[in-house]
Structure formats: C-alpha cells, structure tokens
C-alpha cells in the first residue's frame, strides 16, 4: 500500500520512488486515512497511475494549503513532478526551513541542505509569462536601439574580409611580390590610437565624431600579413596570429593595412637575409603607393624623411600635406630596397611610435599588483586546503566551475587558433589546454577557499547556484534566474543607448565588437568567451560584495557602498563624470539587485548575456553580415524561452477546460 507506482509496475526504482512513499505516510498521518483505498493490488494501480487523491483539505479542513500542496506533489504519478529529496519536501512544509534552522544554531549548512532551500514549485505562470515578454521585448528594443548609436552604422562596411583580403593581394603583386605564400591570416581592428588621441583631444575630435567615415585615419583598419613559412603565435596563450605576433622578421613576410574601402593605409616587407649581387633596380614609382591609398601626390610636397623602416633599405622618401576631407595634417613615409617597397605609411598627429619607449624601467608600478596577487593566490591555497581537508568545501559546485571554466576557454582558444599542418599546432593545444587548465584551478583553488564562508553566512545566495551544480539547467530555480538575468542584461544593454543620449554628439560613438564582421568562427568564439569572463567577473563582484556585507551587515548598505565604489573606480578618468557616474551606477545599481535579490547564478547570466548581446550590436539587416549579428539576438531568444519553460516546472501557462 505505501509503494510507488513504478515499483508496483517492477520499473525502475528511484529515490524520486521514496518520495512517493513518503507522500503516502504524510497523507495518512494529517489526514488519518489512506490516499488510495483499494481491494485489490490491480485496482491499487489503476487508482494511482488515473485518479489523484481525495483533497485533503476536504478532510482535513484545518489543514494548510502549503503542506497539502507539497504532499500532492509527492503524489504525482510522474516521478519527474515530485520532490527531488526529502529535504526538499522539508523544506516545503509550514515551518520547515531547515536552513534557517542550521543558521541560528550557528551551524554550516550542506551543500545539499543549501539546494533544497530554494522554492521547487517554480513561479506562477503569470509572474513567468510577464518576464518572458519583458525580456523579450527588450532585446527586440536593443536590437533597434543600439545598432543606430554605433560607430559602425555610419561607416562604409560594404567589403567582406575576402574582398578585403583580395585586395591586398593585388596591392602586393603590383609592388612587384609575385611569390605565393605559405601562410596567411588577416584580421580587423580600430584605430586605437586615433581613439586615445580623440580622447585628449576632445574639441577636435567633435567634428570627425559628426561624420566619422570622413577623413583620416578611417576608424576601422583591415590587415593582412602573409609568409614564406606556416605561421605560429610566439606570445599569446590563445596561439592567435595578428599583426605582431608571430615577430615581423622572417625573410618574405609581407604585412599591410588597408581601411575598408581596400585602400592602402601600411606596408611593410621583410628582405631576404642573404642576396646575390645585382645591377642597380629601376626607380619605384612613388605614384603607386599614392594611388593604392586613394591619394594624389600632386599635393602633397616632399620633406625630409623622420621614420626609419625596420627592413633594410636603398631610397627613402617622405611627403607632407593634408587631408582633403578634414585638413588635417598628414606626413607619408615610404622606402624601397631593390626597386620594391619595403616600408609605407601614413602618419598624422595621433599616429604612435610603437617601438620607440620611454626611457627607464617603468616595472615598479607592477609590484603592488603582482604582491597582492600572490598573497591572494598563496592564502586561497592555504584557505581552500583547510577547508578541503576539513570536509567543507563543495567539491561538486567546485568540479562543475573548473570544468565549465575550462571547457570554455579552451574551446574559445582552439576556435581563435591559427590553424597549420606543422609541429606547431601541437606545441598551440598544449599552450591553449594548459593555460585553461591553470585557470580552471585558480578558480577551483578561489571557490574552495571562499565559498564556505559564503555557504555559513550569506547561503541564501547560492541555492540556485547549487541546485545549477547538482541538478544542471532543468531545475526550476535555475530557469527562474535564466529568465531574470536574461532580462537584467537587456536592460543594462539598453543603458549605452541612454548614455549617448544624454552626452549628445559630443561624445566618442559607440565602437561595437567587430566579431560579426570576421566571420562564423569569430563569432561563436565570442559567445563562448563570455562565459569564463562572466564567471571570473561575477565571482569577482560577488565576494566583494560578501565582504561589504560582513562589515557593514545590512544588503541595502554593502550594496550601495559596492555601488559607490566599482563606479568611482570606473568613470574615475571621464571627461564627463555628470553623465557617466549616474549612467554607471544605475547600471552597476541593477546588477547588485539581481545579485542580491537572485544570488550568484543571476549574476552569472546577468553578465553572460550582456556580453553576447553586446555581440550584436553590429546587426544591420540590410548588410552582408547580417545573418552573423543577429545569431547573439537567436541564441538569447533560444535561452530565454527555455528558461522561462523550466522555471514553470511543468506547470502549463493556460489551463485547458474539458
């Protein structure tokens, strides 16, 4: 009589098969009488699997509707609908809180205790419906809004990378580089330092800000760089070739950056080490190099060259003049060796000299970091082993953050890899795998160390994030907090549209990651890449904001001075802190609310999401790479449907009348 359907049936047998018997002995006992009243172990059965119980309620009139509730639920002949412990239904029952009852005997609660804290009912479907259509809505706001206030909207963008990348070869062939490659990689970026020099020079930059495609130096850069030899990154843990990296030096190599219109911008070109002697080449036509960067030599007059190649070289040359579409002042540099090319490029007032650096050793301001870095590094270890050893910590929650760290970034590294058939690429996955390996145990070593503390005095903030780390994305709790950060982010992503309304023209535009720009593969690694930075900020934050409030013991107050505080540290070095503090705070405001309100796993996808979402802000329908900006858009819709389906916990939205 008190056996669960399955185990009646002889299928298998769960603890979920436990919770059925439970269910059974509570009804009787609030009830005095069986749920099921049966004469024949058939009919018992058949009771179970078509008929629920009688209300009890309808027997018990005193009961409360809470207890009735949950020992129904206990009762569903679904073994996917009940309880998933009996410390969930515990938990459930009218004055059952056995966390707040670990709590004031001064105990620290379990892990499992922690998970079954949380509501398992999920939320009511009105309240799950309106959070879907909020979110939504404002992810359909962010995908108007934020594309029209982006720098990119206003540039010519009309060239695919394979254009661009055709183009350049073509500038090449004709400066006499005939010889195929054996490697090749191709990248887009933004003039950093015009956007340095536009920050210290505000007034002047107002004009170009009105009309940015006008005038040098075009805001987005396209280049190219190929090599006699595969190419392998020497200095970078995500084994990604760009225009430094692997070091320019080898005879052959070619490196050239062009805007996007495919006109020429930089040249450079190794020689070769060792050469036969030669008769004297005809002279470079200079007029080349102008008319490959859409220039007229005619007015430009000639000067004293200033800039010294890194390759060798027999004819410099250098010309001065201005820039049609904005005055400014413009310098060409450019040198041959042997009737070709080897260096060209166009100079104005916020160009940088990159290998020229200041004079002296500049290391000392690193020491402060690097010495709270180990200590922070050496006292997780210690912290982390104690608690390890002395049986609290969370092992399951810590495997499951390495893990997650882990295989995020190292599939965002092997997806940003520079791919060749060489030795290399075995030398590139041990650096990739090795580097997300460490990382993952720094966060292992962190989240040992600090999350019992967290569990003994703040654990309310962490159920949905231990529930995530024992039961996965299905549990209610956890689709609750995907549908909540889902729309926390569509907010904050809306706030950068608020900002540049409120500062006006005056303001540097908005620069969107170019990820949609350079194809599939940049673009998923991008929505990858979020997660570990998510986590790391997130966690970041989040015992930063534990520690507030072991000091100042109020959540209202540790949040308002952690407010405070990232905002001041962030806006410190604006031009325009009467806009961006509040605009800042308010943004920083909403995290702490869903950190707060929510716990760790809001925040977590709060983060997560507005970085994926920040990947769309490219999305123009009527350009070629539409298809790529909106997927960020796809993927949130995607997450956010699903989240809102499991925070109901099977419960239907609109109930069907018979």
């Excluded at 060409?332 to 050793?361: C, D, K, L, S, Y």
């Excluded at 070629?624 to 499991?646: D, K, Q, S, T």
Aim: proline letters at 7%; a neutral charge; aromatic letters at 10%.
């Amino acid at each position: 009589a008190y056996m669960s359907p399955e185990q009646l049936a002889g299928t298998e047998v769960t603890v979920k098969s436990d919770i059925y018997a439970l269910g059974l002995l509570l009804y009787e006992i609030f009830t005095g009488k069986r749920a099921f009243e049966a004469a024949s172990l058939m009919e018992l059965m058949q009771m179970q699997e078509r008929a629920a119980p009688v209300s009890m309620t309808s027997v018990a009139r005193d009961l409360d509707p809470t207890a009735e509730r949950v020992i129904m639920r206990c009762l569903q002949p679904d073994p996917r609908q009940r309880p998933a412990s009996a410390m969930a239904v515990a938990a459930g029952l009218p004055g059952g809180d056995p966390l707040a009852a670990a709590l004031a005997a001064g105990e620290t609660p379990s892990p499992e205790l922690v998970a079954a804290a949380g509501e398992t009912d999920g939320l009511p479907p009105k309240l799950a419906l309106a959070w879907l259509a909020a979110a939504l809505v404002l992810v359909v706001a962010g995908m108007i809004v934020n594309p029209r206030i982006n720098v990119t909207s206003q540039l010519n963008l009309e060239n695919s990378p394979d254009a661009l990348t055709r183009d350049a070869r073509v500038h090449l062939r004709n400066f006499g580089y005939t010889a195929k490659p054996a490697d090749s990689a191709w990248g887009l970026d933004y003039a950093e330092d015009y956007r340095t020099y536009a920050r210290k020079h505000p007034t002047e930059a107002a004009a170009r800000w009105r009309n940015p495609a006008a005038g040098q130096p075009p805001l987005v850069h396209f280049w190219y760089r190929e090599s006699p030899q595969p190419m392998a990154a020497a200095y970078q843990f995500s084994a990604v070739v760009d225009y430094d990296d692997p070091p320019f030096q080898r005879s052959g190599m070619l490196r050239l950056e062009t805007d996007p219109d495919g006109k020429l911008l930089a040249l450079e070109a190794v020689p070769p080490q060792v050469e036969e002697p030669a008769p004297p080449a005809p002279p470079f036509d200079w007029n080349k190099l102008f008319q490959a960067a859409g220039l007229d030599v005619a007015k430009f007059q000639t000067a004293e060259a200033t800039w010294t190649p890194l390759a060798n070289w027999d004819v410099r040359a250098a010309w001065t003049g201005s820039d049609p579409a904005t005055g400014a002042k413009l310098r060409i540099e450019a040198a041959t060796w042997r009737g070709r090319p080897v260096f060209f490029r166009i100079i104005g007032p916020w160009t940088v000299a990159g290998r020229m650096a200041q004079a002296g050793n500049n290391s000392g301001n690193s020491i402060p970091f690097l010495v709270v870095m180990f200590v922070a590094v050496i006292a997780a270890c210690v912290l982390g082993w104690y608690n390890f050893r002395a049986g609290k910590a969370d092992r399951q929650g810590a495997t499951r953050l390495a893990l997650i760290f882990f295989a995020s970034q190292s599939s965002y590294s092997l997806l940003v890899m520079h791919h060749t058939a060489t030795m290399n690429e075995i030398a590139g996955f041990w650096t990739i795998v090795g580097t997300a390996m460490a990382n993952a145990v720094l966060n292992f070593v962190f989240y040992v160390a600090l999350e019992p503390w967290v569990r003994r005095k703040w654990p309310r903030t962490i159920v949905s994030w231990t529930r995530f780390c024992s039961k996965g994305v299905s549990d209610p709790l956890v689709g609750r907090d995907l549908l909540y950060g889902i729309g926390f982010a569509a907010l904050l992503n809306l706030g950068t549209a608020a900002a540049v309304a409120l500062h006006g023209l005056s303001r540097q535009p908005v620069f969107p990651r170019l990820n949609a720009l350079e194809g599939v593969r940049s673009e998923v690694a991008g929505v990858i890449v979020s997660v570990p930075a998510a986590i790391f900020t997130a966690l970041l934050f989040f015992f930063m904001l534990f520690l507030l409030r072991l000091v100042l013991r109020k959540d209202w107050i540790a949040g308002a001075v952690f407010v405070l505080i990232i905002t001041l540290a962030t806006t410190v070095s604006s031009t325009t802190p009467w806009v961006d503090f509040p605009i800042s705070g308010l943004g920083l405001g909403i995290f702490a609310f869903a950190l707060l309100r929510f716990g760790l796993l809001a925040a977590i996808v709060t983060s997560i999401a507005g970085q994926v979402l920040d990947l769309g802000a490219l999305l123009d329908f009527s350009a070629w790479y539409a298809g790529m900006a909106v997927l960020p858009f796809v993927l949130i819709a995607l997450l956010v449907v699903y989240g809102f389906r499991v925070s109901l916990a099977g419960r239907t939205v609109f109930k069907q009348e018979l």
